[in-house]
């Protein structure tokens, strides 16, 4: 996933990926080109949705990065 990219290169953004990608937290929320998100091979889930709905500046092209694959 795209949390799992962010901590196998110790890339250091403050609160990311707070609850590690159990869907319950929403701070992994990414904002992608609107390309980059209609290339993704899969849709967000209702899951995801209900997560990402407690997201700040959600957009069209909003994901939470922990369930992008
Ligand atoms: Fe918490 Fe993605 S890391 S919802």
């Given at each position: 996933t795209l949390l799992e990219?962010?901590?196998?290169?110790?890339?250091?953004?403050?609160?990311?990926?707070?609850?590690?990608?159990?869907?319950?937290?929403?701070?992994?929320?990414?904002?992608?080109?609107?390309?980059?998100?209609?290339?993704?091979?899969e849709g967000a889930s209702d899951e995801e949705l209900d997560i990402l709905e407690l997201a700040y500046d959600l957009c069209d092209t909003s994901r939470l990065g922990c369930q992008i694959k």
């Open positions: 990219v962010v901590n196998d290169n110790n890339l250091e953004i403050d609160g990311y990926g707070a609850c590690e990608g159990t869907l319950s937290c929403s701070t992994c929320h990414v904002m992608l080109k609107e390309e980059d998100y209609r290339n993704l091979p």
